[in-house]
């Protein structure tokens, strides 16, 4: 009973990771038409942090240890300030479900990262995988440009998918002693700090404009954030590492259906094609061969789910993004969503 209770109780959550995620590209199109990207990443990392400041007062956020601050400071300069202006600043000229399907790419330059930095071997199939994925991104590009889309703009969400993977990779090893709340709370802060000078103009663009823009970023901070985070730590606890994967393949399909759904925006079909190998390239690369024969006495791998160590227990290595394979954003720190 046990065992079929984790293997259908994660699906509810799972479809509100993806759509709250998904929900964050059209959400920036319309934040976009008020606020320019500088203004909309310091108010959805103020909105964060502020909503987690009762978390730091009652102590459900960790002290941060003198020694881990520069790793959570590039973690917060990569993956939520590096990672939201280059994505905002792309999405100006090219629509959300294309950026989303641009943004896939994100755990195969982690993979790429983890081999260079982490010296990890993803083996043939990660590399495989590396560059089918990469192969879709620029068919995706091409099909996009063609369309009347900016190569720029494309590449700059593509360097921003980058930089989310090289903040999984400094978060690796921070969330065996912080947990995913104590990394978006850090990580929002040290965030901050390169754009605190343009939060006078902040504060000037949300006093003009109207309140769908101010919903939109408000909905960024909370919904994408902070709920997807939640609802993302519920996947964690009763999935495992495999099938929590999947959300992050249902990322780009949720971001297609609510841009086409809100603003009539269709990708053209080279564009889903190339998205469709995006998927197939994470896909594969994730997908780790199944050992030949199980050694009996140790501990149980993380898709087990008897008394050894589950998903919910693992450190954010063990999250789809952080590795390539195995939440987030935000999250994943889902923040980088």
């Given at each position: 009973?046990?065992?079929?209770?984790?293997?259908?109780?994660?699906?509810?959550?799972?479809?509100?990771?993806?759509?709250?995620?998904?929900?964050?590209?059209?959400?920036?199109?319309?934040?976009?038409?008020?606020y320019s990207?500088?203004?909309?990443?310091?108010?959805?990392?103020?909105?964060?942090?502020?909503?987690?400041?009762?978390?730091?007062?009652?102590?459900?956020?960790?002290?941060?240890?003198?020694?881990?601050?520069?790793?959570?400071?590039?973690?917060?300069?990569?993956?939520?300030?590096?990672?939201?202006?280059?994505?905002?600043?792309?999405?100006?000229?090219?629509?959300?479900?294309?950026?989303?399907?641009?943004?896939?790419?994100?755990?195969?330059?982690?993979?790429?990262?983890?081999?260079?930095?982490?010296?990890?071997?993803?083996?043939?199939?990660?590399?495989?995988?590396?560059?089918?994925?990469?192969?879709?991104?620029?068919?995706?590009?091409?099909?996009g440009g063609?369309?009347?889309?900016?190569?720029?703009?494309?590449?700059?969400?593509?360097?921003?998918?980058?930089?989310?993977?090289?903040?999984?990779?400094?978060?690796?090893?921070?969330?065996?002693?912080?947990?995913?709340?104590?990394?978006?709370?850090?990580?929002?802060?040290?965030?901050?700090?390169?754009?605190?000078?343009?939060?006078?103009?902040?504060?000037?663009?949300?006093?003009?404009?109207?309140?769908?823009?101010?919903?939109?970023?408000?909905?960024?901070?909370?919904?994408c954030t902070?709920?997807?985070?939640?609802?993302?730590?519920?996947?964690?606890?009763?999935?495992?590492?495999?099938?929590?994967?999947?959300?992050?393949?249902?990322?780009?399909?949720?971001?297609?259906?609510?841009?086409?759904?809100?603003?009539?925006?269709?990708?053209?079909?080279?564009?889903?094609?190339?998205?469709?190998?995006?998927?197939?390239?994470?896909?594969?690369?994730?997908?780790?061969?199944?050992?030949?024969?199980?050694?009996?006495?140790?501990?149980?791998?993380?898709?087990?789910?008897?008394?050894?160590?589950?998903?919910?227990?693992?450190?954010?290595?063990?999250?789809?993004?952080?590795?390539?394979?195995?939440?987030?954003?935000?999250?994943?720190?889902?923040?980088?969503?």
């Amino acid at each position: 009973m046990t065992a079929e209770r984790r293997t259908t109780s994660p699906w509810t959550f799972m479809a509100a990771t993806a759509i709250l995620w998904g929900s964050a590209f059209p959400a920036i199109r319309v934040a976009l038409d008020g606020y320019s990207p500088t203004s909309i990443a310091i108010l959805r990392l103020v909105c964060a942090a502020a909503i987690l400041v009762p978390c730091a007062l009652t102590g459900r956020i960790s002290r941060l240890r003198r020694a881990d601050a520069l790793r959570m400071a590039g973690f917060g300069l990569t993956g939520m300030t590096a990672y939201q202006l280059l994505l905002y600043a792309g999405e100006r000229h090219v629509e959300g479900g294309t950026a989303a399907m641009l943004v896939a790419t994100s755990p195969v330059f982690a993979t790429l990262l983890g081999m260079l930095v982490l010296k990890e071997r993803p083996g043939s199939r990660g590399i495989v995988g590396l560059l089918v994925a990469l192969g879709g991104a620029l068919l995706v590009a091409i099909a996009g440009g063609a369309g009347g889309g900016s190569h720029t703009a494309m590449a700059m969400i593509v360097v921003a998918a980058a930089a989310q993977a090289t903040s999984f990779v400094l978060q690796k090893p921070l969330l065996r002693r912080y947990s995913g709340l104590d990394c978006i709370f850090y990580g929002s802060l040290f965030g901050l700090l390169p754009l605190l000078f343009a939060v006078p103009d902040a504060v000037r663009q949300s006093a003009a404009v109207g309140w769908r823009q101010g919903t939109a970023v408000g909905w960024l901070g909370l919904g994408c954030t902070v709920l997807a985070f939640c609802t993302w730590s519920r996947v964690l606890r009763a999935a495992t590492a495999a099938t929590s994967s999947l959300v992050l393949y249902a990322v780009p399909v949720a971001a297609l259906a609510l841009d086409a759904a809100l603003f009539g925006n269709v990708p053209a079909p080279l564009a889903g094609v190339g998205g469709l190998i995006v998927l197939l390239g994470v896909a594969v690369a994730a997908t780790r061969r199944t050992p030949p024969r199980q050694k009996t006495g140790g501990t149980e791998p993380i898709a087990s789910s008897g008394r050894g160590r589950t998903a919910a227990d693992a450190p954010a290595a063990d999250t789809p993004a952080a590795d390539g394979e195995r939440a987030r954003g935000h999250h994943a720190v889902a923040a980088g969503r």
